[in-house]
């Protein structure tokens, strides 16, 4: 279905690839409730669609997003963000998006724009990709959940350093520390790897590429020994799948696998 949005785009740039990019120029991507609730609506569409695998999450080649809309939040009362679960929403992305999503961040991903990205399944940046949690220097803390995921990505030392501080990060070392799987010199590179990244997933058996995303992410959450139980279970399951006795077949054949649920 096409529905027109007013701070994000959506395309389907390749086979199976849906692409979400955030369009609030004029505050460089600043998050806002209305950008948060389209970017929700639009995940979960590309998320239901028979047609899409993968989802690529970008913004602009000046700003992936400057933060959470800071004028927006600046009036905010305790009793006004507690009663209305303020920025709760933003984890719908970890809890109900199952398909896997590649963050290609160039310029300021700052605050809530950083982390967005830490959220994402993927990430990919420029070298001069600017990273970062200020939100000190406007006397509170991060929100949606940086100060968790950056401290589990790079460790607490650097972590604690960069949240207290409020000091930026390069792409550059974002590649170094971890953070990113890979680093781009240009926006156009950074846009090509991550598309073709989207589609060599795509290609692959849906239920196999939405279960890895599932069992990678619970490493996140689950002690190694439940983490490995889990896996296996996962595993066990997909000798249930059309598509594991189709790509173990096309091995032994020597052929393409065609997988029923692309
Ligand atoms: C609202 C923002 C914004 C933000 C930029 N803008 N960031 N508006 N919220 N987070 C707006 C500016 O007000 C300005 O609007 C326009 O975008 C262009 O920004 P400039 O500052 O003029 O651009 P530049 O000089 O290039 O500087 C870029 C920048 C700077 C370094 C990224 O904009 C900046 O420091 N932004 C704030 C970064 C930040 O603190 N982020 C964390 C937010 S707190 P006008 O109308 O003047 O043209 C946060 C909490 C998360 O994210 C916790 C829960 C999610």
């Not at 599932?214 to 399951?237: A, C, I, M, T």
């Not at 000798?239 to 052929?255: R, V």
Request: glycine letters at 8%; proline letters at 4%.
């Amino acid at each position: 279905s096409v529905k027109s949005y007013d701070f994000i785009q959506t395309t389907e740039p390749r086979p199976g690839v849906g692409q979400i990019t955030l369009n609030r120029p004029k505050a460089l991507n600043a998050i806002s409730t209305p950008l948060i609730d389209e970017l929700n609506h639009a995940l979960q569409a590309f998320d239901q669609s028979p047609d899409i695998s993968a989802i690529l999450l970008t913004g602009s080649q000046k700003a992936f997003a400057a933060g959470a809309d800071i004028k927006e939040m600046s009036t905010l009362t305790f009793s006004e963000a507690y009663t209305t679960s303020f920025i709760e929403s933003w984890s719908q992305l970890t809890t109900t998006i199952k398909k896997p999503i590649i963050a290609a961040v160039s310029g300021h991903a700052l605050g809530g724009g950083c982390e967005l990205a830490l959220m994402c399944d993927v990430l990919y940046c420029t070298e001069t990709a600017n990273f970062g949690q200020p939100e000190i220097k406007l006397g509170t803390i991060p929100g949606a959940g940086g100060s968790q995921r950056l401290t589990r990505a790079i460790g607490k030392a650097r972590a604690m350093e960069l949240i207290l501080t409020g000091k930026s990060f390069s792409g550059k070392e974002a590649f170094e520390w971890g953070v990113a799987a890979r680093t781009f010199p240009t926006w156009e590179e950074l846009i090509e790897g991550s598309l073709a990244t989207a589609e060599t997933i795509a290609g692959y058996s849906k239920v196999a590429v939405m279960a890895a995303k599932e069992v990678v992410n619970k490493s996140q959450d689950l002690p190694l020994r439940d983490g490995v139980e889990y896996e296996r279970r996962v595993f066990h399951s997909l000798f249930g799948s059309e598509d594991q006795k189709i790509g173990m077949k096309a091995f032994a054949e020597k052929k393409k696998a065609e997988w029923v649920h692309k």
